[in-house]
Nanobody, 122 residues
Framework: QVQLVESGGGSVQPGGSLRLSCAAS????????TAWFRQAPDKEREAILC????????YYADSVKGRFTISRENAKNTVYLQMNSLKPEDTAVYYC???????????????WGKGTLVTVSS
């Protein structure tokens, strides 16, 4: 059974950091691209960044450049999203998605997790 499970969300103060995990089962992330999306309350889903099978990273949201990074740990079949210098506007449900190629269009990503909530507030 193909499954993606996000974890690591929670509440953090502005300026803080969180690391989200996206663990896959039923298929190998080594050969897939994994993207992170987020959806804030009353806003459309937004693509953030993606890492492909060659570890090439594509940033889709200018607002996270210099603050968010993506990495993978093949032995754990997991992709991480490291989020630093968090801002209240980063508050959202964060989703990971996987497919053969990176895309900022969610409709092109075949596999999705259920999301993890990140709240940035003082």
């Amino acid at each position: 059974q193909v499954q993606l499970v996000e974890s690591g969300g929670g509440s953090v103060q502005p300026g803080g950091s969180l690391r989200l995990s996206c663990a896959a089962s039923g298929f190998s992330l080594d050969y897939h691209a994994t993207a992170w999306f987020r959806q804030a309350p009353d806003k459309e889903r937004e693509a953030i960044l993606c890492i492909n099978g060659r570890d090439e990273v594509s940033y889709y949201a200018d607002s996270v450049k210099g603050r968010f990074t993506i990495s993978r740990e093949n032995a754990k079949n997991t992709v991480y999203l490291q989020m630093n210098s968090l801002k209240p506007e980063d508050t959202a449900v964060y989703y990971c998605a996987a497919d053969y190629h990176c895309s900022s269009y969610g409709a092109y990503m075949d596999y999705w997790g259920k999301g993890t909530l990140v709240t940035v507030s003082s």
